[in-house]
Every structure is written in C-alpha cells, then in structure tokens.
C-alpha cells in the first residue's frame, strides 16, 4: 500500500485510487463482520490502528430518543416480578396433586364401585360394553359345552331326538341363546326343553348373575351420570379476592353465586390458607394448612345462596394476615382455597365447589361492584359485573396496626377517607309524607276525618319546621 504513493504519474495515481477502494472495501468488509458479532468496542480499536474515520452514527429523532419501547427482557431486568408458582387447587376446583409410587394398588380392587365410578368416561365406556359382551360369550360357551357333551350338534336333526335348546346347532347359535336368556328377549326360536336338568340349572345361574352385572354396571354409570360434582359447574367464585375495610376493621372479601334457579340446600363454606412453614424447631412443613374464620363461630359460614353473596374473613388476632402489611403480602407466598357444600335440591346428594385465590389474586384496597338491582316486582343480578372490583381507600399498615391506631386515636382524621363523605339530602314533604309510616298515616286519617283542629296544611307545615334528615354517616 505504501508503493502505490511514491510514483507521481498518472498510472500511479490511478494505482493509489485502486488501492483505496480495495482499503475502503476491505475495512467495510470488517466493518459489516464485527457488526454481525456485536461488540462495537473491537470495531473502534480496528479502526484507530487502521487510521480511518469511523462512520458517523445518524442521530436518531428526538420522539425515537425519547421514547424508549419497553421489550420482555429489558422489563425483566428492571421489574422483576414473581417467578409463577405451581397451585394446589385449580380455579376450576379440580386438586393439582397426583399420587405416585403407589405400592398397595390392591386396595382399589377392596373397592371396585368407587373404582369403576372414578374412572374416565372412555374406560367406563369400554369396561361397561367388555363385561356383558365377557358375560354373554361365557355362558354362550357354556351352552355349547352342553349341546356337544349331549351330542345335540350331532342328533340334532335326527326324529325322535330331544336337544337340550332347540334349534342350537353352533356356536353362533349358543351365543344367541345366551343374549335372549340374560337381556330376556325371548324370540321364541331357540327354547330349553324340559329333559335338560343341566340347562335348567345353567339358566338359573346365569339368570341370577346376569342380574347382579347389570345392577352393577347400570348403577356405575346412573351414579357417573348424576355426579353431583357436575353440579358445580353452576356455582360462582370470582376471579380475584379483595382486602379493605369494613366497619373499621381489615377483612378479606371474595363473591360466590349460585346460576340456577334451583338453590343449594344447607349451603356452607369454609377458607383454608396453604402456605409452607417452618417451625421453631427448625422442621419445615410444605403445603401446611390453616383455618381461615369466614363466621364459624356467628353462623355466617351458613349461606342462604339465592343470589350471589360477598364472604367477608375478618382479620383479628386469630387470623393468619393478623401481622401482615401491604408490603409483606407482596413478598409473601401462599394460597387460600375455599370450599363451598351443600345439597342439591333436585336430588338430595351432596355438593362440593372448590376454587383457589394465589398471592398475586389477593388484591388490597379493592371492593366488589355491587350486582344486585331492584326492579319492578323482583330483584335482578347482573352477572356481568359478578367479577368487577373497585380501588377504594384503604391503609396500607397490617390490622393490627390498624387496630393499635384506634385504639389510641390516632387514625381519626383518616378514617374519615375510608368511608364516602356524608350526603345531605334536602327534605322533600311529599317524599317524607309517601314514607311516614302506615299506623301514623292512619291516625292522621282518622283525625282529619273526626274534624280535629290539625289540618292538612297545618300537617304540611308542622313537617316542613322539622330539620333536614343526614345520611350517608361514615361507616
């Protein structure tokens, strides 16, 4: 390269010209590999040692400077959220636990109706059609065991000669004879002739048999038909489970409803926390399960489900969120499950609804949205809002903290901002007048009636002197 500045002819310059394409072409060449393995660093150091200009990098617009796009990986590293964790209970209420190593299998077989009802529907299906079709070639066996050790298949066409079954002449034949006697058709071809005490025995067996198959395999599949777990399908729990305050006390909320008209009969409910513990010995328990009170001791746990129902858990000092702040259930790891029971009215067996509420489903300063409307003559439920929640203002600190502050009076000024501030409703006469009550509307009645000196329009002035009514006090 150093040759081609040294002669100062035209050949020469053109050389020198070449020469500077094919750098210029080289180092763009390197250029364009070192951009491919990303590392900007060893392109700069390149070019410094090569003595040329690195390229200009355009200046990007100041929107596009700006703006900078948030990709998964760059929202990864700057807000790392909670790895997913593996539940206990589906939301759809099914038990995400499967049991392996299962050494004493035979204790499946101690209880083969339970077994043959849990099954799935295919191998229901399948065992179902496999034991009579079993049961009907046994016995059809049988039946042509007798015919051949008589010699029916042989003399059967002779005269004078008495068959055990008439017109049984092979297997097909038994096997059709052995469906027409268990499902009791009796097409009058093939009949038992009185000189066959064999037959007469072999009938009665599979006679009594027969019917103890299909006792059993039609009540596995009435009982797999009215399972009261479909049942289930129609009850409710909402997507999420809320936390603020009632009556100045930190609860725990989550909805149930019920979509069908016929109800749920002695209907209960129960709440259970799954959180792994470790105990002061140092054992640690997985999956450890706690009470969680929703009304045991008041009854409340009782439901009357005709429409849906907002379960409140007070946290108390007897509660397991007792000691626990906002900022301590965003780092906490734990399940609630909740089970609602009850019977079924149609059909009088019990029913059983299972849902789940992770961590990151418990939402705090959260309230659900009201769905139940009067209209004229009934009550409506508008299930389109069953799942909807609304921020409210809610503290921040545990409930015993909470607690403490009321206590020594020191949370009055912001309780205020918990409850929505009272309304004045100014007072209308008619309107006070349409709600007095009946018996005062009677005597006023009666007393207009006999002549009394208080008027109707002393009546209307006597109320329009009483003071403006307040609602809407706080909580």
Known sequence: MAACFRSPCPIATLSVFVC???????????????????????????NMEIGVTPAQVKKLPKHLREAQISTERTH???????????????KDGKCNVHHGNVQETYRYLSDLFTTLVDLRWRLSLFIFTLVYVVNW??????????????????????????????????FVSAFLFSIETETTIGYGYRVITEKCPEGIILLLVQAILGSIVNAMMVGCMFVKISQPKNRAETLMFSHKAVISVRDNKMCLMFRVGDLRNSHIVEASIRAKLIRSQQTKEGEFIPLNQTDINIGFDTGDDRLFLVSPLIISHEINEKSPFWEMSLAQMEKEEFE?????????????????????????????????????????????????????????????????????KLRDGHL??????????????TFDPLDRLSKADPLSQDEDKEERESGGDRGETNGSAAALEEPPLADGLPD
């Open 20 to 46: 500077n394409k094919v750098c210029t072409v080289q180092v763009e060449c390197i250029e364009l590999q070192l951009r491919m393995a990303g590392d900007s660093r060893i392109l700069m150091d390149h």
């Open 76 to 90: 990864l590293i700057s807000d790392p959220a909670k790895k997913p964790r593996q539940r206990y209970v589906q």
């Open 137 to 170: 070639l046994f016995f059809g066996f049988l039946w042509w065991l007798i015919a051949l050790i008589r010699g029916d298949l042989v003399h059967g066409d002779e005269e004078g000669w008495t068959p055990c079954v008439e017109n049984l002449n092979s």
């Open 336 to 404: 609630i499950v909740v089970i609602l029971e009850g019977m079924v009215e149609a059909t009088g067996m019990t029913c059983q609804a299972r849902s789940s509420y992770l961590d990151t489903e418990v939402l705090w300063g959260y309230r659900f949205t009201p769905v139940l409307s009067l209209e004229k003559g009934f009550y409506e439920v508008d299930y389109n809002n069953f799942h909807d929640i609304y921020e409210t203002n809610t503290p921040t600190c545990s409930a015993k903290e909470l607690a403490a």
């Open 412 to 425: 009055l000024p912001q309780l205020s901002l918990l409850s929505p501030e009272p309304k004045m409703h």
